[in-house]
């Protein structure tokens, strides 16, 4: 390793070159788990009572679907119940009379037929009041019935204005004004290897609090035809962010990265997905959001670095989002992180410190004798002496 020259991707930083298409990965032949807008690309079927799952939870329902069959579902739900008053009112008029006899005290006034039953219930379930139909004391039964389609009418028009409100508050569309950068990079910070992605905040207004998040997934398919799917987590430096301004969240590549055997030729042949994500409070509504992205392997540019798009003048920082994708070449080795390290430590300078005698020891030593040597002869020729 320490005889192998370093190889460098990438050239000097210079403005002239906005950004780098990757290499095609073998990753491209499969589908996304995440797709770039955030959503999952996954079908669900054979959902057992899955129609009794979306009746029950009828209100989150409604907030999903799209506002087109939303229009189409509220309009049908007023129209149904119109019909079906009108149709109520006309047999209570044609049971009463009212419609041979105009001579006789009718149930409700000027209803002679089905489409004046129709049209007196839906003025009184919109309480339009032309002074034309109206319900008269002469029938308790049609009294009762105008009562009752009142308060439904009243839940009906509560449903749909909770319905509307919560689908134009809905944290998606929240979440599409907060935006990840098309691509992720490698490059060099502090000596280090690091992966980073930029995350931007396009109004005006911005998050209380905010927490970075990112999972490296990868897929594997059995001979069986089972699919495993594994996610690792990845610790991000300062993932707590109050998102001002536009902020790059930095990956280290070090021994407990799953990227630290990783090279450049290695990466093109990867087939992770990395997943990252962005939780935050809005501070207007204090509704918690998230906003998803993922990049593959062939969307992670090695030894490029983001360019800078924040200025500061006398009064106010500035900040360009024309420059939220681009990226600038930098010179960053080939290697990967874990070979790195080993370069960076080969090429450092090895110093063993000498270890020293006292002088008296080394007197002693020249002279062919050790300290402990010494000592035992003395202590024999004492005992010597004594007998």
Known sequence: MSSRALQYSGVKSSDDVPSVHAEDSCYTKRKRYVKKDGSCNMVVRHVPDEWLLWITDIFTTLVEIRWRV??????LSYILSWLFFGVLFWFIALT??????????????EVRSFV??????LETQTTIGYGFRGMTENCM???ILVTIQDVISVFIDTFVIGIAVAKMASARKRAQTV???????????????????????????????????????????HATGKVDVSYKDLNIEESNIILATPTTIVHKIDPSSPLYKVN????????????????????????????RTSYTPNEILWGQHFQEMIKVTRKNYRVDYALFNHTVNVLVPELSAEEYDLKKCSE?????PLNVSPPTEAVELVNGKSPEVEKASTSHAVQVNKL
């Open 179 to 221: 935006g990840f950068s098309n691509c992720a990079v490698i490059s060099l910070r502090d000596g280090h290897l690091c992966l980073s992605w930029r995350v931007g905040d396009f109004r005006r207004n911005h998050m209380v609090d905010g927490t970075a998040n990112a999972q490296l997934l990868r897929h594997r398919e």
């Open 264 to 291: 450049l030729k290695d990466l093109r042949k990867e087939s992770f997905e990395l997943v990252v994500s962005f939780t935050y409070t809005d501070d207007c509504t204090g509704t918690l959001h998230q906003t």
């Open 348 to 352: 450092q300078p090895k110093h063993k």
């Open 141 to 143: 039964i049609g009294i």
């Open 96 to 109: 009463h009379g009212d419609m041979n006899d105009p001579t006789n005290e009718p149930c409700m006034y």
């Open 70 to 75: 939303m229009f189409l579902t509220f309009a």
């Open 116 to 121: 004046g039953a129709f049209l007196f219930s």
